[in-house]
């Protein structure tokens, strides 16, 4: 099975495309190797438009999938057609290309098309038949044969079926990870140094996101120092998320002004409800988030929801509190203000301590000035690694001073850890018993590790792993 936490960077992994037609089950199977919900899915065809990407894992192939726009036929400026052109970008950056078809609906005429293309464009091409469950999808895998790429693979991205002959079919493409014993001795350093060295040549991704009418788009303006974005009094004027290049400090940036987020019991217009979604995509998309709030009607349950999906997303989170000058003009007062603010953040997200919180109004400008330094610091703390020597002289302090719980009367090893990824810091803790571990005990050293590696405000990810028996293998060898 997929696991949600491949063990290495992005960066360095090989390239796996997922490419097809539209409503083929494209995002679904991407969400299944992926591990967690990253690409929305629906019945209507063309809900993706980029090409989102994500570290995967199948079993001990670990790599870095693609998920693509569904191909289409049209030529010209039109979204489709832009569309399909970053779709062919990502089968020739991609090491293998699955290829997948809907094998209910048969082969159609735009699945021959496209594998036409395929096989003048790319020479690892799998083919995967798709929705293959029960007996509806067996005339349509029948079909594929015919399109001339291979013997195809049957699955069902929904229900997981198929994907060790998946696996299988990559396994020939893609060198499976070393085993556990060999953790220790993975270069993850110098991959961690490429994950980080790859995102400094990119814009860092700035979204700005809110409740409707808190002041985003004058907050975009503010920032660039041009009218870029149409403001005004009435709610909702943002519908689409827009993107603007920008520099702040010789740092190329890529700032994101959003649509308004309401209550989802409020959202009853379809235009609305794509809005929202669009909104989504940009807070997966991006590097660091600012929730922004109004002064005069601050952290509502909506406020809450959406910093809690940036924090469940991983996305680096401020708080961005615009219209301060409407705040009481008693200093007391104001204090008390901020005060219940930070509590009630506290209270909220215990799971990400510190959260930055900046005040400033948007329309006159004061304050403005202390948003960008507070992003560009907690960006950095995103992006934080500690080195595996230095880590595991931690862990051995951390089991002294608290040692792990019994387990069936024994206690716990924690035998190793490392740092397995940034953006958000994540790291892999191999120990003897990890569904015996408990939630206590791994937030003790979330926690701690906060603390004493300096990472305050920012999620943060431990995942465990067990290690292999070593006589396992030779026990299967006398047999």
């Known amino acids: 099975m997929p696991s949600a936490d491949p063990p290495t960077s992005a960066a360095a992994l090989p390239r796996v495309a997922i490419v097809g037609r539209p409503n083929v089950g494209k995002s679904t199977l991407f969400n299944r190797l992926v591990g967690k919900r990253h690409a929305i899915v629906d019945d209507t065809p063309g809900v993706t438009r980029d090409v989102r990407e994500s570290p995967a894992q199948l079993g001990d192939l670990a790599f870095t999938l693609l998920d693509t726009a569904g191909w289409e036929t049209i030529g010209g400026e039109a979204l489709e057609a832009r569309m399909r052109r970053f779709t062919e970008r990502a089968v020739d950056s991609a090491d293998v290309v699955l290829f997948l078809i809907d094998a209910r609906a048969g082969v159609l ?21 798709n929705k293959c469950e029960g007996r509806a999808g067996q005339n349509g895998l029948a079909e594929a044969h015919g399109l001339g790429l291979g013997q195809p693979i049957p699955i069902s991205a929904e229900h997981a079926e198929g994907l060790s002959d998946l696996h299988e079919a990559l396994g020939r493409h893609i060198e499976p990870m070393p085993d556990e014993e060999d953790a220790p001795e993975l270069d993850v350093e110098r991959v961690l140094d490429a994950d980080a060295e790859e995102a400094a040549k990119r814009p860092m991704m700035l979204a700005i996101v809110g409740r409707p009418n808190v002041g985003k788009s004058t907050l975009v303006n503010r920032l660039v120092g041009e009218e ?51 909104t989504l995509d940009a807070i997966r998309l991006a590097d660091v988030v600012v929730v922004v709030l109004d002064a005069g009607d601050m952290l509502e349950k909506q406020d809450l929801a959406v910093a809690g999906r940036v924090i469940e997303e991983g996305r680096a989170l401020v708080i961005a509190v615009n ?94 850890m490392t740092q397995i990824k940034i953006r958000p810091p994540t790291f892999m ?6 569904d ?44």
């Open 109 to 129: 005429p735009l699945d021959e098309s496209f594998a036409n293309w395929l096989r003048r464009r790319s020479s690892k091409v799998i083919l995967v038949a």
């Open 228 to 278: 870029r974005m149409l403001t005004g009094p009435e709610a909702g004027i943002t519908r689409d998320s827009i993107r603007v290049e920008w520099q702040w400090r010789n740092r190329k940036i890529r700032l994101i002004d959003t649509a308004g987020m309401r209550r989802r019991s409020r959202i009853d217009e379809k235009l609305e409800q794509a809005s929202v979604a669009d």
């Open 323 to 416: 219209k301060t000058d409407l705040l009481a003009d008693d200093r007391r007062e104001a204090n008390k203000q901020w005060r219940k603010l930070s509590d009630r953040l506290e209270a909220s997200f215990a799971q990400v301590k510190d959260v930055p919180i900046v005040g400033f109004s948007a329309l006159t400008g004061r304050g403005v000035e202390r948003l960008m330094p507070k992003v560009f610091e907690t960006y950095d703390i995103w992006n934080k690694r500690v080195k595996t020597p230095k880590l595991n002289r931690w862990l051995r302090e951390m089991e002294v001073l608290h040692p792990p719980p019994l387990a069936k009367g024994r206690r716990i090893r924690l035998r190793f």
């Open 429 to 434: 803790l191999s120990c003897s018993q990890p």
């Open 436 to 479: 015996e571990l408990g939630n206590d005990y791994v937030r003790y050293l979330m926690n701690r590790l906060r603390e004493d590696f300096d990472m305050p405000g920012v999620p943060m990810r431990i995942t465990m792993r067990k290690p292999d028996n070593p006589f396992a293998s030779r026990a299967k060898k006398q047999r």
